[in-house]
């Protein structure tokens, strides 16, 4: 089969790799019907995160399942799926906690897992899924086409958007900022609206951006970054900053802007992908009694949440994707998300 394989910085191909095969009984295989490009995958794109060896990349994806192994008990050949970028097992007791990405027999799509057989990569014809119970939600029935966009979104984007707002505590009559125009940070805006946040700002800089942002609920848009920005914020909200801020770059500039924009006893809820070092100023969250709470977000405990808002129509998170191209031109994918010339990038196999 073809798949996408990373061989160093800005050296992308789609190489034939092995066809996957099932190996644990409790797996299956599933057929790609569409993937995307990650904000988070273009740090090794670029080199800021090395690559050492060719490696196969991609986290996101929806399909068919194809095959089952022997002990599958909820997943059926012909569901049509949607994977977290993670796999998990939702038994273990990490992932009763709501902490699937923690999950004590889980693993990494691109990579062995604990039984020592090969989670594919999403951006690839096929995929094995180790935990396919676990791992995997079914949607009742085959969707129709225009809402693979959106049901794509729930494997990383809508959900840790979500997760951002849940973290930071967002609830009816909140007062939110989003720091980060990224996919992230527009469906962060999306999940604060559908919390009731009644303000919304989005800090952007890029007007096709500033519009999305606008369309998803945002009330106001601030294009300042640094003091300015933040001098911004604060005179917006009676002088002392919002009640929740929400981090989706994972820059030590990001956090910076999103903790200082947060008024006393305000919270910060982050996730962005930690790059380059990112620490927090424990001295100025102490003396602001400011709150930090996110991490790496655990989507897969949100998808069922989540499903039946998309599946409604009344959740469309798949606007985020502004460029569709064929798995074929995955080299493209990459460079146009490197270039700023798409925000994410949807793959067809």
């Not at 191909?13 to 066809?19: A, I, N, S």
């Not at 594919?120 to 809402?147: C, K, N, W, Y």
């Not at 996110?294 to 998170?317: D, F, H, K, M, Q």
Request: aromatic content about 4%.
């Amino acid at each position: 089969m073809k798949a996408t394989v990373l061989h160093g910085a800005r050296d992308i191909r789609l190489d034939d790799v092995p066809h996957p095969v099932l190996s644990t009984g409790g797996d299956a295989i599933v057929r790609v019907v569409a993937a995307c490009v990650c904000g988070s995958d273009l740090w090794p794109y670029r080199g800021i995160t090395p690559t050492t060896e060719p490696k196969r990349i991609g986290h996101e994806f929806v399909g068919i399942v194809e095959e089952v192994g022997a002990d599958v008990a909820k997943i059926r050949v012909g569901d049509f799926v949607i994977a977290p970028f993670y796999d998990c097992d939702m038994t273990c007791a990490n992932c009763l906690n709501g902490v699937s990405t923690s999950c004590l027999n889980g693993g990494w799509w691109g990579a062995d897992d604990r039984s020592g057989a090969f989670a594919d990569a999403g951006q690839g014809e096929f995929v094995r899924v180790p935990h396919a119970d676990g791992s995997l939600v079914a949607t009742p029935g085959q969707p129709d086409d225009a809402l693979v966009p959106s049901l794509l979104a729930l494997s990383d984007v809508m959900g840790t958007g979500h997760h951002a707002a849940v973290s930071a505590g967002v609830t009816a009559g909140s007062s939110v900022v989003v720091v980060g125009d990224g996919a992230v940070g527009l469906c962060a805006i999306i999940a604060a609206k559908r919390l009731g946040a009644t303000r919304i700002v989005a800090m952007s800089r890029h007007a096709d951006r500033q519009a999305l942002a606008v369309e998803f609920g945002a009330t106001d848009v601030v294009a300042e970054r640094g003091a300015e920005g933040i001098e911004r914020i604060k005179a917006m909200f009676d002088g002392i900053g919002a009640d929740c801020v929400l981090e989706c770059v994972g820059t030590q500039e990001s956090m910076d802007q999103a903790i200082r924009s947060a008024r006393p006893g305000g919270m910060v809820g982050y996730v962005g992908v930690p790059n380059g070092g990112a620490e927090l100023p424990i001295r100025l969250l102490f003396g602001t009694n400011v709150g930090v709470n996110g991490g790496v977000a655990s989507v897969r405990n949100y998808i069922e949440e989540l499903l039946p808002e998309v599946l409604a129509g009344t959740l469309n998170p798949g606007r985020v994707f502004d460029l569709e191209l064929p798995l074929s031109e995955v080299a493209e994918a990459y460079a146009a998300m490197d270039e700023r010339r798409a925000v994410k990038v949807l793959l067809r196999p």
